[in-house]
């Protein structure tokens, strides 16, 4: 697995995911970079859609969320 590069919202994580109501289905992680917080969600919400403006990053949480159906990376404009 690569190394992810850590980014300072990376600590904030654990605030936000603890923050999800236990009856939350969906999740939105905009401006998603490579996929960390989509991931950590994701363990959480049964669906989650990562969009990121940068193709490379979007490309690279694709790689990192994996076969995981119900996670969905998209490249806004």
């Known amino acids: 697995m690569e190394t ?17 109501p236990r009856i939350a289905v969906r999740a939105l992680d905009v ?19 990562a969009i990121d403006l ?3 990053s979007i490309d690279l949480a694709r790689g990192r969320c994996g ?3 119900s996670t969905t990376c998209s490249a806004t404009s």
Do not use: F, M, S, Y
């Open 4 to 20: 992810e590069l850590w980014i300072h919202n990376v600590r904030h994580h654990p605030v936000v995911v603890g923050a999800i």
């Open 31 to 49: 401006g998603c970079g490579q996929g960390a917080l989509a991931r950590r969600l994701r363990a959480v919400v049964p669906k989650v859609a």
């Open 54 to 56: 940068d193709p490379t």
């Open 67 to 69: 076969e995981r159906a």
